[in-house]
């Protein structure tokens, strides 16, 4: 039998039958042949660039496109909204942290406010029997007063002043008692402080109710009033001294 290549038959342009399975080489066969190591090679390239988009895409080019300073806060941003405990934010948990510790330092400041007292405040003023007299004078500002006011009216509202200034003072308002003004002729007057004094009074004698922290106190109220104010009296004529 002879072997018939069907592809002659058909299309009677084979060139050469190949004996032994009719198969047969045609001038379409060798141009495939020709052409198939191209078509090879082009699908590889394209593989090859398939591959280099895939991975291309997998890069984000916006974030090397950005710099660095905001780079590193994406990642800090990033990091900030990992969960780390309980289904927390690691910024929810530095949060709390932070609450917490200004919670317990606001608790002890108000607990030590409150529990702590001062021993300097309490003292009991029945137990000040030792008195301590000052005595001394001054001259008023003849503009500071009338002329026809009364010498009675003048030591009213010299007296309390002076009450005034002592009242006032933190140092000095416990032991304070009471002032005196003896004597006034024209625009001089004297004057006469008593302060009372616990039995144990050596440190207060030496410094809260000494002679120079009890004439400052008052000198330091004339300074800082008006010359024009009435009762006025000056500064520089302040004499004082203990006894």
């Known amino acids: 039998y002879l072997n018939v290549c069907v592809y002659c038959i058909n299309c009677h342009k084979c060139s050469k039958v190949i004996p032994g399975n009719g198969a047969c080489s045609g001038p379409d066969s060798s141009e495939r042949n020709e052409v198939s190591p191209l078509l090879s090679t082009r699908q590889v ?61 606001g608790i002890s400041i108000i607990v030590c406010a ?62 304070f008692s009471s002032v005196t003004i003896n004597n006034l002729q024209n625009t001089t007057g004297q004057f006469k402080l008593k302060f009372m004094m616990p039995l144990e009074n050596d440190e207060l004698i030496r410094y809260t109710l000494s002679l120079k922290m009890v004439k400052n106190v008052l000198l330091q109220h004339l300074y800082d009033r008006d010359t024009g104010d009435s009762f006025y009296i000056k500064p520089t004529s302040l004499h004082m001294e203990a006894g």
């Open 45 to 105: 390239a394209e593989n090859n660039g398939e591959q280099r988009l895939q991975v291309d895409e997998g890069v984000d080019t916006d974030s090397l496109s950005q710099p660095k300073w905001r780079r590193e806060l994406r990642r800090v941003k990033r990091e900030l909204n990992e969960v780390v405990v309980w289904k927390l934010k690691l910024w929810t948990v530095i949060l709390i942290v932070f609450i917490t510790i200004a919670l317990v330092i």
């Open 114 to 175: 409150v529990g702590h007292d001062d021993e300097d405040e309490k003292y009991d003023k029945s137990s000040f029997v030792v008195p301590r007299f000052f005595r001394g004078n001054f001259t008023l500002d003849a503009k500071s007063f009338h002329s026809d006011t009364q010498d009675e009216e003048t030591i009213i509202k010299l007296t309390q002043q002076l009450t005034g200034v002592y009242n006032s003072s933190p140092a000095l308002e416990r032991y």
